[in-house]
């Protein structure tokens, strides 16, 4: 499969902490994006990488891309009870546009 | 519609029935996604359509499911003699191709079926 796999499964925080997500995907990429999904929502863009870029910012996120290693990780920093939602990153092999997403984070940030 | 819309929001059959779920997407989105999420589980793809390219049908789990896109728009995804495993939240996507959208997907709210 060329899913992205997310490591871990699920982390569990308190409000302020910083959230470490990680993302390993198996061949060349295109560029790599996060989402985000609240419960029973659908999900939403967050950031793309592309396979050029090392880091990027956005806002309390921060992305980094190691295409040498394959992987990828997504910082949250103060993060906020708000933030708690499951987080997929989906690798876009250049197969069209299509996306392959992985299994997901599930993040729990307690107040 | 300012994003994209999905329906119904909930569906419950009857195992053996056939289901059409309904996708609207964003307009002028050249790009259409189907996906499938169990309880819990990340996103499996179903089926792409971009433009008037035939559809990438490669991740349709079985005869059962088919999928067609009028007019370049809306899109109806239809299970044919449901079962109780396809029990799951069908969640739809839209994409501008190139350029700086760079595949950035759009999902709706989905659609969750249950099936008895």
């Known amino acids: 499969s060329q899913q992205g796999e997310e490591d871990p499964q699920a982390l569990s925080i308190q409000e302020g902490e910083n959230a470490t997500m990680n993302c390993s995907y198996k061949t060349s990429i295109n560029n790599l994006q996060w989402y985000r999904q609240n419960s029973g929502r659908g999900l939403v863009h967050l950031i793309l990488i592309r396979s050029n870029e090392r880091e990027k910012h956005s806002g309390r996120l921060r992305v980094t891309l190691d295409t040498s290693k394959k992987s990828s990780s997504l910082l949250i920093t103060a993060s906020r009870a708000a933030d708690t939602a499951s987080y997929f990153c989906?690798?876009?092999?250049?197969?069209?546009?299509?996306?392959?997403f992985g299994q997901g984070t599930e993040l729990s940030v307690k107040p | 519609g300012a994003g994209v819309s999905q329906s119904p929001s909930n569906k419950v059959t009857e195992k053996g029935k056939d289901v059409e779920l309904r996708c609207d997407p964003i307009?002028?989105?050249?790009?259409l996604y189907w996906y499938r999420q169990s309880l819990g589980q990340g996103l499996e793809f179903l089926i792409y359509f971009q433009g008037n390219s035939a559809p990438d049908k490669s991740g349709l789990p079985s005869d059962r499911f088919s999928a067609e896109r009028t007019g370049g728009s809306v899109s109806t995804l239809t299970i044919q003699r449901t079962q109780q495993e396809d029990s799951a939240v069908y969640l739809c996507?839209?994409?501008?191709?190139?350029?700086?959208?760079?595949?950035?997907?759009?999902f709706g709210a989905g659609t969750r079926l249950s099936v008895l």
């Open positions: 989906a690798p876009d092999y250049n197969q069209g546009g299509k996306l392959i």
């Open positions: 307009s002028g989105h050249t790009a």
């Open positions: 996507a839209s994409s501008l191709r190139g350029g700086v959208a760079k595949n950035i997907q759009y």
